[in-house]
């Protein structure tokens, strides 16, 4: 692995796990009043486009790291909209 390769593992090991504090956050409290709906559609759709470009130039961290950022963003966006239904419900 060359130093390169190491920089951009450890920039994707960083940036997709700072997903993983709001993540639990939201599920554990079921509350996600605080996260912007519109924020995270456009960030899920521009991690899913790198992730498209990981693929297209063969680049195993921006894959990677696509891979499971665009997991907890969508996971996020899901518990977004769900929570917030069901908060709606309640009324």
Excluded: C
């Excluded at 090991?13 to 993983?20: G, R």
């Excluded at 486009?49 to 961290?61: E, F, I, N, Q, T």
């Amino acid at each position: 692995m060359t130093p390169t390769d190491t920089i951009g593992y450890l920039a994707a090991v960083l940036t997709t796990a700072s997903f993983v504090p709001q993540a639990l956050h939201i599920w554990r409290t079921r509350d996600a009043r605080a996260i912007s709906l519109s924020m995270y559609s456009v960030f899920s759709t521009g991690v899913a486009l790198w992730l498209a470009y990981g693929l297209l130039v063969d680049s195993w961290p921006v894959l990677l790291a696509n891979v499971v950022t665009l997991f907890f963003a969508l996971s996020i966006l899901a518990m977004k909209i769900r929570y917030e239904r069901e908060r709606r419900e309640r009324r």
